[in-house]
């Protein structure tokens, strides 16, 4: 049988590298593999044009698509995850003693979407208390999706300088959604963030997933078998990669993952981002 070969962007994560140098491989398919400057480059040329058939994709920006219509099925692997509580954060001589002390005053995230920020938004709301309609956003570019409009109590800035200038100038009390965080002339929000953050995921129960797997519909239309085999060639990847000291993600599957992606469009929906509450099988298939 001829293989399938699908257009791939995935980034550079050590479980999915033996995918990615051709270790882990199928007789059914062959992932060619894109790279863009950026990883949200690939989410918008996934979401926007015709270049791609598998993407890593930040969840928020995957249910976007789906509320928006667009022909794309998710996987529920987890590709990148992070700690919400250490992703807060303010100038180092800052006076905020806590997220308490945010109430009434200016926040900035990249986007008002952005998968980051919205984690961020919830555990503020429910694990610290604070009304989010006392706080004021603004945003640096869009949610990647051309029908989406940010909601009109954010305002948007145009770079230079960027989110950090921008608060280290005293325009924002805190920002969020900085993919790689440079410690210097920073520090965290909520104090001891790291160890606040892994006490409520053992406490919540929620694995706070950022990226999972997109593919386009019309393939799994066409190839009914593509899903499964996806999911196995990213599984046995893991293996593969854990086996050889990389770090483990968290459990792939739906099964694994359900409760912490429908906490993560509940936000969403009382963030405003989307007009109704999604569920989880809406938008990935139960693999």
């Known amino acids: 049988m001829e293989q399938l070969v699908l257009r791939t962007a995935l980034g550079q994560h050590d479980h999915v590298a ?17 790279d863009y400057p950026s990883l949200p480059k690939a989410f918008r040329v996934m979401i926007r044009g015709d270049e791609l058939d598998v993407a890593e994709m930040a969840v928020v920006t995957h249910l976007l698509a789906h509320h928006f219509g667009k ?34 005053q200016r926040l900035g995230v990249r986007a008002y979407a952005q998968t980051s920020g919205v984690w961020v938004r919830g555990v503020l709301q429910h694990e610290y208390g604070l009304d989010l309609a006392a706080l004021r956003w603004g945003t640096m570019e869009d949610a990647h999706l051309a029908e989406y409009t940010d909601p009109p109590f954010c305002q948007r800035y145009t770079p230079p300088p960027g989110l950090r200038d921008l608060m280290l100038a005293g325009e924002f009390a805190a920002i969020m959604g900085e993919r790689e965080i440079d410690p210097a002339g920073i520090r965290t929000v909520i ?15 929620v694995t706070p997933v950022n990226h999972t797997l997109t593919l386009r519909s019309d393939l799994v239309a066409q190839h009914p078998w593509l899903p499964q085999e996806l999911a196995d060639l990213f599984a046995r990847a893991r293996d593969m990669a854990v086996a050889e000291g990389a770090t483990p993600p968290p459990p792939y599957g739906l099964a694994a993952n359900a409760f912490g992606l429908q906490r993560l469009l509940d936000y969403s929906h009382e ?17």
């Open 18 to 34: 033996p995918l990615r140098d051709g270790r882990v491989t199928s007789d059914r398919l062959r992932l060619d593999f894109r």
């Open 271 to 287: 963030q405003a981002i989307t007009p109704r509450r999604y569920l989880t099988d809406e938008l990935y298939l139960p693999i």
């Open 71 to 104: 022909p794309l099925t998710g996987i529920a692997i987890p590709l990148w995850s992070r700690l919400p509580h250490a992703n807060l954060v303010c100038a180092a001589d800052s006076a905020l003693t806590g997220p308490g002390d945010l109430a009434g």
């Open 191 to 205: 104090p001891d963030a790291d160890t606040a953050a892994r006490a409520w995921i053992a406490r919540s129960g």
